[in-house]
């Protein structure tokens, strides 16, 4: 057995067992699951496939590449992709099948370039509703619509929908954004357009505020078995986390009272003692801001890492555990299973469970368990 060197475990059957939770839970139309940024770092291609076995019938991404890097592997479900390059040419994405997402006129415009009757640009327009980052400012929405409506007409494009994302700043802000949105999916109503989705809510708000789902949601760090806020936990929501990520022990040593670990010794040990190294490191995208916190299992025991988190590497001081070459070491899994989870990992490392899932990379092997394969 040389596998789990350094490896994520990625459980397909929770990734669409979760998708048919979260299904049941806002019960809408329609479920996208989002997998962009390689599936939170879950695997694009293959969570793309569980989750469509789980019920999603849209997948999300950011880029128009990772799109057809999904029509690549044969995934043909429908596809939307809403960040573009300033010159992008969306012949491709045309070509692709994919729907774009489109944040202003200029957007627009070379949609419908790429677009031709009989193979229409199917696009839906993102409405800026108080995130600062991309969409059609209300200021231009009326008249965005308008032309949208014409291009309609002419064949170019379709608008198969229209939609937002919400700050999660609090549940007025978002109630506010969500007003916002209504009025401009009656503007462009008023327009003509009769676009099949309206959606504005990601995991959080479809979650917890109803009246944000529409006729859509965008699920993504839900799909993961993840919770997307402090108020719930993933267990208390029905979701069972995809990803464990191990490691075995790469040497064991037993040292004295007084044993510096690891560069600039931030860790010396108090007593004689064993210490286990963990050949995963910040190349892996395990943060090196954990250093001294990250909690791992070791034979089923839980400790933190000792010192200095390195480019390759870590060490633990186990104390007197019989830990030996080649055990198992688990830096997070499914809690329920008495292993860390994510958000350990998150609260160890000052940042949220979504950077943990997402960072991992490297020289990191990912395995599937589960799934139709
Ligand atoms: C990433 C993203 C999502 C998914 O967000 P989660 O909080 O992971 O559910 C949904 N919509 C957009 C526009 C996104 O960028």
């Not at 057995?1 to 929770?14: K, Q, T, Y």
């Not at 960040?83 to 415009?109: K, N």
Request: hydrophobic residues 45%; aromatic residues 6%; glycine residues 12%.
């Amino acid at each position: 057995m040389s596998g789990g060197f350094r490896e994520a475990v990625i459980d397909l059957d929770a990734v669409s067992a979760n998708v048919a939770r979260l299904r049941e839970i806002v019960g809408t139309e329609h479920v996208m699951a989002v997998v962009k940024a390689n599936a939170y770092g879950h695997g694009a291609v293959e969570c793309a496939r569980a989750a469509l076995a789980g019920g999603a019938d849209w997948l999300g991404v950011a880029d128009i590449s990772e799109g057809i890097a999904l029509r690549e592997a044969g995934v043909d479900a429908p596809v939307l992709a809403w960040l573009h390059d300033p010159d992008e040419d969306f012949a491709a994405a045309v070509a692709a099948g994919l729907d774009v997402g489109i944040s202003s006129r200029a957007q627009l415009e070379a949609a419908a370039a790429a677009g031709a009757p009989g193979r229409p640009a199917s696009v839906q327009l993102k409405l800026e509703t108080g995130l600062s980052r991309n969409g059609i400012p209300a200021s231009e929405w009326e008249a965005v619509v308008a032309r949208a409506h014409e291009l309609e007409e002419s064949g170019a494009i379709v608008v198969r929908g229209l939609f937002s994302h919400l700050s999660n700043a609090s549940p007025d802000d978002d109630r506010a954004a969500i007003a916002k949105f209504t009025w401009g999916v009656e503007r462009a109503e008023a327009a003509g357009l009769r676009p099949e989705l309206r959606h504005i809510a990601a995991s959080a708000a479809a979650l917890s505020l109803p009246e944000s789902r529409f006729n859509l949601v965008r699920f993504g760090l839900a799909v993961y078995g993840l919770s997307p806020f402090g108020a719930a936990s993933a267990a208390e929501l029905g979701l069972r986390p995809a990803m464990t990520l191990r490691g075995r022990v790469a040497a064991v040593r037993r040292v004295a009272a007084g044993t510096g670990v690891s560069y600039d010794y931030t860790y010396r040990t108090e007593a004689e003692t064993t210490l286990a190294l963990v050949p995963l490191g910040y190349a892996e995208g395990i943060p090196r801001h954990a250093s001294g916190r990250g909690p791992v299992s070791i034979a089923g025991k839980r400790y933190r890492i000792s010192g200095r988190v390195a480019m390759d590497q870590f060490v633990v001081d186990v104390g007197n555990a019989e830990v030996e070459v080649g055990d198992e070491v688990v830096l997070f899994g499914d809690p329920a299973t008495g292993v860390p989870g994510a958000d350990d990992w998150a609260e160890a490392a000052d940042t949220i469970n979504y950077e943990i899932v997402t960072r991992l990379g490297g020289r990191l092997r990912r395995t599937y368990r589960g799934g139709a394969a």
